[in-house]
């Protein structure tokens, strides 16, 4: 192709009157043009024609991926190679230059379309990290962290290359070299090492992704993943605050993962009601009857003062309470909040649910609700957690329980009107 240039050239100067008074260097310089015009050409035919069709075809397309291309200026980085690769072919025409100019000029356009061809690769990395991150099958793998860690292995491979082609060396020679500077390499960038390997472990075994929530306390981090990167985790906290953690600290150190929550669809309740000890005794006769109107203890009151009636046929009347059996307020209390929570629409019934006495402390005695809800939405969870318990404060006078509470000013004051 290089012959059949020059001689383009050649009959060309032979044609007009120039060819009489050209010397060598005229006819070298005339090349150099000629090939600076063809690059300048191909360039606009590239950019203005094919890229251009290109931009059109997926504006019309009916998939959405081809804009995500367009947006990242794939096609724009890679037309950029186009003019430099009409060069590189026509560069043993550039004989007006010493041979040694020509090499090193040879060189430096090698090295060029290799970082340009990586930054048109790099572009392509980011479009098809952007197209798996709008899929939410995609949310669950790591894809920046993949995507960081290609990008991170071309451009080694890519700083190698251009260093081999400037120096003139194999990319053997210098690999061979990186053995001598591991040490100091490990010593100065320590951290950043860590933050690379516990990135890829972070990644592998998908301890975080985005979208979770996780706790860290040790840091001030309680919100949700925003970005898993090889060297950092960014959390948007519920406080609107960043917190960005280092990765090896979420290896190294402990925290919690909210996901398994998030993936069950149940959001558990713990929480206890303290009874006041004093207020604890025995159903009367009269209290019983009153209950057995509620509807969700007609049935256990029913069958359960049939079963005492028969234990205590052998005592009279008149026997000691203690030597009997009977109903105890808390007992009932607790077994219709069972009966509550169990006909309640936002319990999940497939999930722990207990109501369970707890021992008893300086506060009374505590009564313990342990139940998951059906919306682990934070707003709509606290408010079904305020809905219950607000009906249980509400209910305690009903079985002559009282909540414990430490004393008030006006306590103290009361009892020393008193």
Known sequence: MNQELRLIVSQFLADSDTLNNADSNVYNLILIALCLTLAAVSYWIVKRVVVKALKIMSVRSKVTWDDTFVAHGVLEKFALLV???????????????????????????????????????????????????????????PITSFNQLLKLFLF??????????????????????LGVATGFIMLIFKDTILGFVAGIQLATNQMVTRGDWIQMDKYGADGTVEEVSLTTVKVRNFDKTITML??????????????????????RIKRSVFIDIQSIGFLSKE???????????????????????????????????VNSRGLTNVGTFRVYLLAYLQQHPQV??????????????????????????????WAFYEDIQADIFDHIFSVLPAFGLQAFQQPSGNDIQGLQRN
């Open 83 to 141: 003019p430099l690769l009409v060069i590189d072919l026509l560069l043993p025409l550039f004989t007006v230059l010493s041979s040694f100019i020509t090499e090193v000029f040879g060189r430096i356009l090698s090295a060029l379309l290799v970082i340009l061809l990586i930054r048109g690769i790099y572009a392509v990395l980011n479009a098809i990290a952007q197209i798996a991150d709008e899929h939410t099958a995609t949310h669950r793998l």
């Open 156 to 177: 080694c491979v890519a700083a190698i290359i251009t260093v081999s082609i400037l120096s003139d060396r194999s990319p053997i020679y210098f690999l061979s070299g």
């Open 246 to 267: 280092p990765a090896y600290a979420l290896v190294s150190d402990a925290f919690k993962n909210w996901r398994g929550m998030t993936e069950s669809g149940g959001r």
């Open 287 to 321: 209290d019983t009857e009153r209950l057995s109107h509620v509807h969700l203890l007609k049935n256990y009151l029913t069958d359960k003062s049939f079963d005492i009636n028969t234990f205590n046929l052998p005592f009279s009347d008149d026997e000691h309470a």
């Open 348 to 377: 999940r019934k497939d999930m722990t649910l207990l109501v369970r006495q707890l021992a008893p402390t300086t506060q009374g005695m505590p009564i313990e609700i342990y139940i998951f809800t059906n919306d682990i939405r």
